[in-house]
């Protein structure tokens, strides 16, 4: 018996071979902070020879679940069903089972809420979906979309499996950016409510409760976020009133 791989083994090795050095060099990009969601799913939807979609299911403590990612079109529809029914291989792998694996849509009873209309809507019938190893209280699932039924085997779903961990530094990464963003604004905001409050308390001779209660009133009178209004008082030197906005409407 020949030891040399049949062709189509030998092409398949070749592909993934390339996959997993493209892999290679975007970890080597972590550690300049660039790992990129978007390209791991990517690559990952390239390697396993049977999908035709890739995406990333992130669920946050307290908030809906959210595709951060995927590679195609047929993803974002067939995920935004899952979230709408509260169920699905999506949801269940990421919040309570570490890999999922559905080979027809059309003949599942574990989703009665998602399976038919994901048939109906999208033609999707094949799907496996793998946790993603978070650290805290997020979860994620790494996920595979196809439209025949049947269409992963063993070695789709164990390279499928591969990319997990590197889906998971990459979803961290993109919290990680998150959350240094929304500290930058937060920060923003502080600075520019700290400055309006030192030009109320110098021109009305008030305390510094007082002139934050009278930004939070006419932020609520106004409808219009309170770092808005202090970053007008900030550059006008007043607080804006309703005539304000009522003469900036009919100048329009």
């Not at 062709?7 to 996959?19: H, I, K, P, Y």
């Not at 067939?78 to 919040?95: F, I, K, M």
């Not at 990459?170 to 923003?188: D, F, M, R, Y």
């Given at each position: 018996?020949?030891?040399?791989?049949?062709?189509?083994?030998?092409?398949?090795?070749?592909?993934?071979?390339?996959?997993?050095?493209e892999l290679?060099?975007?970890?080597?990009?972590?550690?300049?902070?660039?790992?990129?969601?978007?390209?791991?799913?990517?690559?990952?939807?390239?390697?396993?020879?049977?999908?035709?979609d890739c995406?990333?299911?992130?669920?946050?403590?307290?908030?809906?679940?959210?595709?951060?990612?995927s590679a195609?079109?047929?993803?974002?529809?067939?995920?935004?069903?899952?979230?709408?029914?509260?169920?699905?291989?999506?949801?269940?792998?990421?919040?309570?089972?570490?890999?999922?694996?559905?080979?027809?849509?059309?003949?599942?009873?574990?989703?009665?809420?998602?399976?038919?209309?994901?048939?109906?809507?999208?033609?999707?019938?094949?799907?496996?979906?793998?946790?993603?190893?978070?650290?805290?209280?997020?979860?994620?699932?790494?996920?595979?979309?196809?439209?025949?039924?049947?269409?992963?085997?063993?070695?789709?779903?164990?390279?499928?499996?591969?990319?997990?961990?590197?889906?998971?530094?990459?979803?961290?990464?993109?919290?990680?950016?998150?959350?240094?963003?929304?500290?930058?604004?937060?920060?923003?905001?502080?600075?520019?409510?700290?400055?309006?409050?030192?030009?109320?308390?110098?021109?009305?001779?008030?305390?510094?409760?007082?002139?934050?209660?009278?930004?939070?009133?006419?932020?609520?009178?106004?409808?219009?976020?309170?770092?808005?209004?202090?970053?007008?008082?900030?550059?006008?030197?007043?607080?804006?009133?309703?005539?304000?906005?009522?003469?900036?409407?009919?100048?329009?």
């Open positions: 018996m020949s030891d040399t791989p049949a062709t189509g083994d030998s092409a398949l090795m070749r592909r993934l071979g390339g996959q997993f050095e290679t060099h975007l970890l080597s990009q972590s550690h300049s902070g660039t790992l990129d969601p978007d390209r791991i799913v990517h690559v990952a939807g390239q390697a396993v020879a049977h999908s035709e995406a990333l299911t992130l669920i946050e403590a307290r908030r809906r679940p959210r595709t951060i990612s195609g079109e047929i993803s974002p529809r067939v995920d935004e069903l899952q979230y709408e029914a509260g169920e699905g291989p999506c949801l269940e792998a990421s919040e309570t089972a570490d890999f999922v694996h559905v080979d027809d849509l059309a003949h599942e009873p574990r989703w009665p809420g998602f399976a038919d209309r994901c048939v109906r809507d999208t033609g999707v019938r094949s799907m496996f979906s793998v946790r993603l190893p978070l650290s805290g209280s997020d979860t994620a699932a790494l996920n595979f979309y196809a439209r025949s039924p049947g269409a992963f085997d063993d070695l789709d779903i164990g390279v499928g499996a591969i990319f997990a961990p590197f889906a998971a530094l990459a979803v961290q990464a993109a919290l990680h950016q998150q959350q240094t963003t929304n500290l930058e604004t937060a920060l923003q905001s502080s600075r520019q409510i700290g400055t309006a409050i030192g030009i109320l308390m110098a021109r009305e001779l008030m305390t510094a409760d007082q002139a934050f209660a009278q930004l939070t009133s006419a932020s609520q009178h106004l409808n219009r976020k309170l770092r808005d209004i202090a970053d007008e008082v900030a550059t006008t030197g007043e607080l804006p009133t309703a005539a304000d906005r009522s003469r900036r409407r009919d100048a329009r």
